[in-house]
Structure formats: C-alpha cells, structure tokens
C-alpha cells in the first residue's frame, strides 16, 4: 500500500490525517509506504523569525514529526528546483508540473489533498486552495506521460502507464461549517502518536497559532497540556461533525478527480473507518449512476 498526502504547510498533515496514517501502520507495518509532501517553504508562519530561519525551523519540525510517524517526508521542488513561497501559492504550469512529476515518481494508492470550497460561506487559506485546485487539474495529467516533458525533459521518453490513485480530501479548518465529508476515521487508537508529531512543531503551536488567533489555542505549558488542547479540537471539530462523543476522528470526502473507489474498497482499504458516522453520500448516488447505466445497457 503506497499513500500519499499533498498539502500546503508543514503541520497540515498532522492536523488532518496523521491519525489514519498511524492506523494504517500501525495495520500494515513494514507493508506500507507513506510519504508527506509538502508544498511551501513555511516562511510566513511566525512572527518573529525571519522568513530564512522559519524556514529552517519548521524543516527540522517536520524530520523530527517524520521520525516518530516513520513516513517519508519531502517537500515539493518546482522545475526550476525552488520551493513555492509560502502565503502566496498560485495555480501555475510550472506547480502542475511539479506535482505530476512527484505524483507519477510515487505511484501512490491513495493520495490525500485538501478540498476545494464550494461554499461561499467558507473560509479559505490561499495555499490550501491553490494546493486543492492544483491537484484537481492535474489528475488526469497523471496517466499522460509527456504533459509536461518540456519542464522535465528527462521523462520523455517510450510511453509507461502511471497508476491513478484514489484521491480524498482532508477536513480543512479554515472552512470551518462548511466541511462536508463522506466518512470519518475514528483515530482515536493513534491518538498518542498524534499529539507526539503535533507536538513537534514547537514553533507554531507554542508560538504563532496562538499568536495569530485564528485557531481558538491557548498556549499549552507542556505536552500533557498540549493533549488537553489537541482533544477540545477534536471535539470542536465533532460538534461541527454532529458527532456527540470525544472521541478523535478524522473526516475525509471522497473525489472522482482520479480513480473513484466503491464503499467495499474504502471499507477494505482503509483502517477504522466510522460506519456509523459515515455516509458515503456521493459514492451512493456514483454507484446508482453505474448499477442504472449497467442495467440500460443489458436491456
């Protein structure tokens, strides 16, 4: 099993799907491969720093988050072999570029993305949207072997099949009431190894999420002040949910944007999925769609 998670900034991942990540390890062993991209430099997350030094600090957050979550991080290199700027992340050809690339090199199962808002009531960060959007446009591109043979050279070449992954989206925070997911993964068994790789990025959650007030964080005194915190966010992001209780779970929507699974494969494929908080809302009305066409056709 090959999963991959796309996003924005360094934390991002810990904070949407590091818990399913941990199941599945935790389920698969040495018979998973994860890899964490990211797609900015982190530059702008702190208020002291200069963008160099946040940069580097943030880096080292991520190694030291890799290291307990044993998944392979990289950050995203555009052709020209700089790192997108964070705060200011654009759909451009040469982001689409570098994503197809980094997509085809992994081959992944599975890749997880942020979602694009449909919402107009929905906050956005324009780095989660720009990182959404892009990986939206460049789907099909994944299975065109030489879409983008003029940014990388290299690759052209005899026409190799790529696999097309399953592509879900994460739960975004900034669109917070207007997250819609088909499924929720009940994390709660990793809850442990979240709040150890959350807590890893020292610089944001001690320094600039409560300094920036966006996140409804108070600044935890130490790490089992940080597990206090960590657990009123799950909390609050059930009551958006409708689930009742305080457990940790995850919320994931599914895409039709690469391969579109059926229940019985997410079911099969994926650890700790919540049946009874999980819809499957668009996957229902695909597969009627497909049984409805099917039957058409043998009439």
């Known amino acids: 099993m090959r999963i991959l998670f796309v ?9 949407t799907a590091s818990g399913l990540f941990e199941l599945w ?27 160099g030094k946040t940069t580097q600090v943030r880096m080292a957050e991520q190694r030291a988050s ?13 052709p020209d072999g700089t790192i997108p700027r964070e705060a200011c992340l654009l759909v451009t050809r040469d982001l689409l570029a570098a994503l197809w690339k980094a997509i085809r090199d992994f081959e992944p199962d599975y890749l997880f993305c942020p979602p694009v808002p ?3 009531f929905a906050g956005v960060h324009v780095d989660h949207i720009a990182v959404a959007e892009a990986v939206r446009k460049v789907a099909y591109m994944i299975n065109v072997p030489h879409a983008f043979v003029e940014e990388y050279p290299a690759m052209e070449g005899p026409a190799m099949p790529c696999k097309v992954p399953v592509i879900l ?8 009431g207007s997250n819609h997911p088909d499924f929720l993964v009940d994390v709660e068994e990793g809850f442990e190894a979240i ?12 320094e600039w999420l409560p300094w920036v007030g966006r996140h409804q ?10 597990k206090g915190e960590l657990r ?14 305080h457990r940790a779970r995850e919320a994931f929507m599914v895409t039709a944007w690469g391969e579109v699974p059926t229940r019985a494969q997410l079911l099969r494929d994926l650890p700790g999925i919540d049946q009874s908080c999980s819809a499957f809302p668009r996957l229902k009305v695909f597969e009627q769609a497909v049984a409805g066409s099917s039957q058409k056709e043998a009439s």
Request: negative net charge.
């Open 195 to 206: 709040a150890q790789m959350t807590w890893c990025h020292q610089s944001q959650i001690l």
């Open 232 to 245: 009123d966010r799950f909390i609050r992001q059930n009551r958006e949910l409708a689930c009742s209780d």
């Open 217 to 226: 964080m108070k600044t935890p005194r130490n790490f089992e002040a940080w």
């Open 66 to 78: 890799a290291r307990i979550g044993k998944y392979e991080f990289q950050s995203l290199y555009l």
């Open 7 to 15: 996003h924005a900034h360094f934390d991002d991942y810990e904070f």
């Open 118 to 120: 449909s919402d107009p």
């Open 169 to 176: 989206n994460t739960y975004d925070g900034y669109m917070a």
């Open 25 to 51: 390890r935790q389920k698969l062993g040495d018979d998973l491969n994860a890899r964490v991209l990211v797609c900015t430099d982190g530059r702008a997350g702190h208020h002291v720093h200069d963008p």
